[in-house]
């Protein structure tokens, strides 16, 4: 599986951010799907997370109400819609996919995207 994650911006403080990271191959709806970001400076951090289905979703506390996880596995690609964005928010943004029905921060991820940089100005 290849992952490429596109959507990243710059953007004010309060305003809102599509992410999305479109999968290669047929087994995309095999994969429970993710997204993690890292700030300058910090370690990689979990951000989001859905399962292969769609119907279960969980999120690092400090993005929960503003930040939501979808996907369309019709067309191999998941989301991260971002809003009220937040200084803090900024950092680069990476999509991961792992080979289970569902994922969370301490799931083992075997792909992982490029990254698509996200910066909120204040």
């Known amino acids: 599986v290849q992952l490429q994650a596109s959507g990243g911006g710059l953007v004010q403080a309060g305003g809102s951010l599509r992410l999305s990271c479109a999968a290669s191959?047929?087994?995309?709806?095999?994969?429970?799907m993710a997204w993690f970001r890292q700030a300058p400076g910090k370690e990689r951090e979990f951000v989001a997370a859905?399962?292969?289905?769609?119907?279960?979703?969980t999120y690092t506390d400090s993005v929960k109400g503003r930040f939501t996880i979808s996907r369309d596995n019709a067309k191999n690609t998941v989301y991260l819609q971002m809003n009220s964005l937040k200084p803090e928010d900024t950092a680069v943004y990476y999509c991961?996919?792992?080979?289970?029905?569902?994922?969370?921060?301490?799931?083992?991820?075997?792909?992982w995207g490029q990254g698509t940089q996200v910066t909120v100005s204040s």
């Open positions: 859905i399962s292969w289905s769609g119907g279960s979703t």
């Open positions: 191959g047929r087994t995309f709806s095999s994969y429970a």
């Open positions: 991961a996919a792992a080979r289970a029905s569902w994922g969370g921060p301490g799931t083992p991820y075997d792909y």
